[in-house]
T-cell receptor
Framework: ETGVTQSPTHLIKTRGQQVTLRCSSQ?????VSWYQQALGQGPQFIFQ???????GRGNFPPRFSGLQFPNYSSELNVNALELDDSALYLC???????????FGQGTRLTVV | DQQVKQNSPSLSVQEGRISILNCDYT??????FLWYKKYPAEGPTFLIS?????DKNEDGRFTVFLNKSAKHLSLHIVPSQPGDSAVYFC????????????FGTGTRLKVLA
């Protein structure tokens, strides 16, 4: 039990649609990162939020966007969904000074 | 460009024996390394970490070794237990201060009873 919860756990969307995934971080953690894990691959860094500001971004197009709220929970938004966006999306929360991230169970997104 | 590599996709070990999982990296700016394990239908769970100022870190049955000159780290599990069967990911961070992790592709460990 990491204290990081993600919703929904599973989701099916049609190509071209938009999706919002949600993450509730562990209590007191002010940093949230999002990762995409395709089948058979390791998690790929999408972006990170620190105190409501984007604090680093991986190699993902602008249709991947995010938000962090004052309570440090976060959303990942993906516009114009493509078939290749089908993956497990992981949220991780951390305190920068510990260097250790705690992951949620993930949201399995399927784009058809 | 795979900056963190786990070249063994799978490993089988007898219960009670040692499991050794390997990881190589290419970016000399990495200064913090972690191992995560992942069970099906769950998110990755933090296992153990090591800073680049150390060459060994131990936590119970788990030991991580870091060889900076070879850009190589390994995770030793002794003794291995059936409950250790999972996918193990090596991850590295550093240089940018963003604490983003670069993950390897994982090694599936199967501990045979």
């Amino acid at each position: 039990e990491t204290g990081v919860t993600q919703s929904p756990t599973h989701l099916i969307k049609t190509r071209g649609q938009q999706v919002t995934l949600r993450c509730s971080s562990q209590s007191g953690h002010n940093t949230v990162s999002w990762y995409q894990q395709a089948l058979g691959q390791g998690p790929q860094f999408i972006f990170q939020y620190y105190r409501e500001e984007e604090n680093g971004r991986g190699n993902f197009p602008p249709r991947f966007s995010g938000l962090q709220f004052p309570n440090y929970s976060s959303e990942l938004n993906v516009n114009a969904l493509e078939l290749d966006d089908s993956a497990l999306y992981l949220c991780a929360s951390s305190l920068p000074e510990t260097g250790k991230a705690f992951f949620g169970q993930g949201t399995r997104l399927t784009v058809v | 460009d795979q900056q963190v590599k786990q070249n063994s996709p799978s490993l089988s070990v007898q219960e009670g024996r040692i499991s050794i999982l390997n990881c190589d990296y290419t970016n000399s700016m990495f200064d913090y390394f972690l191992w995560y394990k992942k069970y099906p239908a769950e998110g990755p769970t933090f296992l153990i970490s090591i800073s680049s100022i150390k060459d060994k870190n131990e936590d119970g049955r788990f030991t991580v070794f870091l060889n900076k000159s070879a850009k190589h780290l390994s995770l030793h599990i002794v003794p291995s237990q059936p409950g250790d069967s999972a996918v193990y990911f090596c991850a590295a961070s550093g240089g940018s201060g963003t604490y983003k992790y670069i993950f390897g592709t994982g090694t599936r460990l199967k501990v045979l009873a």
